[in-house]
């Protein structure tokens, strides 16, 4: 039996304690978003890997994922030490972490070696011209892709998020373990995820301007990701390791170790688990637009605003003769800011809407209602003020109408994160009143295993779709657009306005996709049952009578060092 010097009070949770385990989303969300921020582009435009083969190699991790996601929790679940079963992988994780996402862009090139290939690719364009001629699929061929920056891409790829594992679970486990009742809990998830959203805020702002002035500098573009990567290694790892030591889980005693079969079916064996694991899946296409915003502030924005006149009144009028500012480095951040904000404030809000109604029906409420917003933003921006018309004046108001409206359709991102969460906790308190078990690590490792995979699946598919209505095409345009600037000229916008059919299929990722998502996780949480009064009731219940059993072995056990002592 496990000794114990002092009893842990098990209902009370300080401000202190909330602060300290916010700070672990903070850093996950840092090291998290580099890559949900710019890896897309970094990948397809910088390694020239293209969509389709960046979309295989994030669709490809998931499979090892299917491996680790569950061997992770399984564990988390068998780990027991002085510090409990969760934190220590804070303390030792933490640095392998941050040297995996400096790798993942460091400027190695393998471009030299192992050959290359091409991969050939469906050309929807020419498929639908052949409808009145005896319809058939064109296919064409790909960009030449590099074998030798194709596997190290993957292999650095799967190491990060190997890592990444190794803390998110535990971070996700730790909820219910330091925080034990729902009322508490809702509220330290919601405080966290304040605190963490500047994780998500932070990249977007300043990872794509940071590259540029060092890739500048330096006068090597993957010279720029890789120390801009380095800073924000140390920055996320740092609030990871300090975390650790503000946080403290609540006094567990038991040494049972169940076989992982034996908590998988103890997991779904809960009414509830099914419906709940189906909702994570869906809920991975709400904020898959996020992934594609660089393409779109990269290429649907392009020639908006004329920032290569605004970088030369700079100069001028400051002094600064540096400054070059670019649709990536300006647009991107701003959006982000715009996401980053709404994010927070909506996740806010959420212990003040429980207050009036509950879980569920406050899930299935918000999602349905910005599904609403997001098909209404996609038709206003593209129809009614269309951002890419050829008139800059109408362009810029669809622009500034969709950055406005995108505040708004973002909500449902932060609100449905501290929903999901709180609503998984409570799963794990059920199971334990049903089976005596608690499974912190199963049940949040399987959630985020259906979440990765709806991510990969439905990001690949929509990568290969934008691929199909030409995206290549707009690539060939990067190298025309980099010598134009050389020489001190600009592409122009109408070159870009070509590719409408393109520029459409990346509008509607980032705007009338999420829709889809909210639409498909709000339709299982109708069949969601889950009486919160009751369960509150049961709860405390079940919580004193375990706070007293938890005493008694507490007391045994320093009653029998004392024994020994004497």
């Not at 001629?133 to 960009?143: A, L, M, S, W, Y």
């Not at 079969?261 to 009414?271: A, E, M, P, V, Y």
């Given at each position: 039996?496990?000794?114990?010097?002092?009893r842990i009070?098990l209902k009370?949770?300080?401000m202190?304690?909330?602060?300290?385990?916010?700070m672990?989303p903070?850093?996950?969300?840092?090291?998290q978003n580099v890559?949900g921020?710019?890896?897309n582009v970094?990948f397809?435009d910088v390694l020239?890997l293209?969509?389709?083969a960046t979309?295989?190699?994030l669709?490809a991790s998931?499979?090892?994922?299917?491996?680790?996601?569950p061997?992770?929790?399984?564990?988390?679940?068998?780990?027991?030490t002085k510090w409990?079963?969760?934190?220590?992988?804070l303390l030792f994780m933490?640095?392998?972490l941050?040297?995996?996402?400096?790798l993942l862009?460091?400027?190695?090139?393998?471009?030299?070696?192992?050959?290359?290939?091409?991969?050939?690719?469906?050309?929807?364009e020419?498929?639908?011209?052949?409808?009145?001629?005896?319809?058939?699929?064109?296919?064409?061929?790909?960009?030449s892709?590099?074998?030798?920056n194709?596997?190290?891409?993957?292999?650095?790829y799967?190491l990060?998020y190997t890592?990444?594992t190794?803390?998110?679970?535990?971070?996700?486990g730790?909820?219910?373990?330091?925080?034990?009742?729902?009322k508490?809990?809702?509220k330290?998830?919601?405080?966290s995820?304040i605190?963490?959203?500047?994780?998500?805020?932070?990249?977007s702002?300043i990872?794509?301007?940071?590259?540029?002035?060092?890739?500048?500098?330096?006068?090597?573009?993957?010279?720029?990701?890789?120390?801009?990567?380095?800073?924000?290694?140390?920055?996320?790892?740092?609030?990871?390791?300090?975390?650790?030591?503000g946080?403290?889980?609540?006094?567990?005693?038991?040494?049972?170790?169940?076989?992982y079969?034996?908590?998988?079916?103890?997991?779904?064996?809960?009414?509830n688990t099914?419906?709940l694991?189906?909702?994570?899946?869906f809920?991975s296409?709400?904020?898959?637009?996020a992934?594609?915003?660089?393409?779109?502030?990269k290429?649907?924005?392009y020639?908006?605003?004329?920032?290569?006149a605004?970088?030369?009144?700079?100069?001028?009028?400051f002094?600064?003769?540096?400054?070059v500012?670019?649709?990536m480095?300006?647009?991107?951040p701003?959006?982000?800011?715009s996401?980053?904000?709404?994010y927070?404030?909506?996740m806010?809000?959420?212990p003040?809407?429980?207050k009036?109604?509950?879980?569920?029906?406050?899930?299935i409420?918000?999602?349905?209602?910005?599904?609403?917003?997001?098909?209404?933003?996609?038709v206003?921006?593209?129809?009614v003020f269309p951002y890419?018309?050829?008139?800059?004046?109408?362009?810029r108001?669809?622009?500034?109408?969709?950055a406005?409206?995108r505040?708004?359709?973002?909500?449902p991102?932060?609100?449905?994160?501290?929903?999901?969460?709180?609503?998984?906790?409570d799963?794990?308190?059920s199971i334990?009143?049903?089976?005596g078990?608690?499974?912190?690590g199963?049940?949040?490792?399987?959630?985020?295993?259906?979440?990765?995979?709806?991510i990969?699946?439905?990001?690949?598919i929509m990568?290969q779709?934008?691929?199909m209505?030409?995206?290549?095409?707009?690539?060939?345009?990067?190298?025309?657009?980099?010598?134009?600037e050389?020489?001190?000229q600009?592409?122009?916008r109408?070159?870009v306005?070509?590719?409408s059919?393109?520029?459409?299929?990346?509008?509607?990722?980032v705007?009338?996709?999420?829709?889809?998502g909210?639409?498909?996780?709000?339709?299982?949480?109708f069949?969601?049952?889950?009486?919160?009064n009751?369960?509150?009731?049961?709860?405390?219940i079940f919580?004193?009578?375990?706070?007293?059993?938890?005493?008694?072995?507490?007391d045994?056990a320093?009653?029998?060092?004392s024994?020994?002592?004497?």
């Open positions: 039996m496990a000794k114990a010097k002092q009070d009370n949770t300080s202190k304690e909330i602060i300290a385990f916010s672990l903070f850093g996950l969300l840092t090291l890559l921020s710019v890896l970094y397809s020239g293209g969509l389709v979309g295989l190699i669709a998931k499979l090892w994922d299917a491996v680790n996601d061997m992770m929790g399984m564990l988390v679940d068998r780990t027991r409990g079963k969760c934190r220590p992988y933490f640095f392998p941050m040297v995996s996402l400096a862009f460091s400027p190695i090139d393998l471009g030299g070696r192992f050959g290359s290939f091409t991969l050939n690719q469906l050309d929807l020419a498929t639908l011209s052949t409808i009145n001629n005896g319809f058939h699929f064109v296919r064409v061929p790909g960009p892709i590099s074998t030798g194709l596997i190290f891409a993957m292999v650095s799967l990060f890592f990444n190794s803390v998110d679970i535990p971070y996700q730790l909820t219910p373990l330091v925080f034990t009742d729902s508490s809990r809702v330290a998830i919601a405080i995820s605190v963490g959203s500047f994780g998500t805020i932070l990249p702002i990872f794509m301007p940071m590259v540029q002035s060092f890739g500048k500098s330096s006068g090597n573009e993957r010279m720029g990701y890789f120390i801009a990567s380095i800073v924000f290694a140390l920055f996320g790892g740092t609030a990871i390791f300090i975390s650790f030591f946080i403290k889980e609540k006094v567990h005693l038991k040494s049972k170790k169940l076989k079969i034996d908590s998988i079916k103890i997991l779904f064996r809960n009414k099914k419906i694991i189906s909702v994570a899946f809920s296409i709400t904020n898959l637009g992934m594609f915003l660089m393409y779109f502030c290429w649907n924005c020639g908006i605003i004329d920032f290569a605004i970088s030369a009144w700079i100069g001028e009028t002094g600064l003769k540096n400054v500012l670019s649709d480095g300006v647009l991107f701003l959006l982000n800011i996401s980053g904000i709404s927070m404030l909506s806010a809000i959420v003040a809407l429980l009036r109604m509950d879980k569920k029906k406050l899930f409420w918000q999602s349905l209602i910005f599904a609403v917003a997001d098909i209404f933003t996609f206003v921006c593209k129809y890419d018309s050829p008139d800059l004046s109408m362009a108001i669809g622009l500034g109408i969709y406005l409206l505040f708004f359709t973002n909500f991102v932060g609100m449905s994160t501290v929903l999901l969460t709180a609503i998984f906790s799963t794990v308190d334990e009143m049903e089976s078990e608690r499974l912190e199963v049940t949040f490792s399987f959630k985020s295993l259906v979440n990765k995979f709806g990969a699946g439905f990001n690949l990568m779709i934008v691929n209505f030409g995206y290549d095409k707009l690539v060939q345009l990067s190298s025309e657009r980099s010598a134009l050389a020489a001190g600009v592409l122009p109408s070159a306005l070509a590719h059919s393109t520029l459409t299929a990346m509008f509607f990722c705007s009338a996709l999420g829709a889809l909210l639409v498909l996780q709000a339709i299982p949480m069949k969601y049952k889950f009486d919160e009751e369960y509150e009731e049961k709860l405390k919580r004193d009578e375990k706070d007293k059993k938890l005493q008694a072995e507490i045994a320093l009653s029998e060092k024994e020994v002592k004497v």
